[in-house]
């Protein structure tokens, strides 16, 4: 998965790529690498989160929606 991260002191996200898991414990923002790296960015200096919702086990991206 890829995300971006804006910070409220940048006008630029921040991409970071290959991440394996984005989760938050107690006030930091925790992006797992797929690599086993975490990086930890406390949540006050975070604006928002965006991240690319690709296929995956779950989704109905692929799913015909029947007609009622």
Known sequence: MEIEVIFHSSST???IDKVEALYTK???LC???EEGL???Y???NIFSVAHYHGYHLG???NVKKEKL
């Open 13 to 15: 996200p921040k991409k």
């Open 42 to 44: 406390p949540l006050l």
């Open 26 to 28: 107690g006030d930091l």
């Open 31 to 33: 992006v797992q690498l």
């Open 59 to 61: 989704t109905s991206q």
């Open 38 to 40: 975490i990086i930890k």
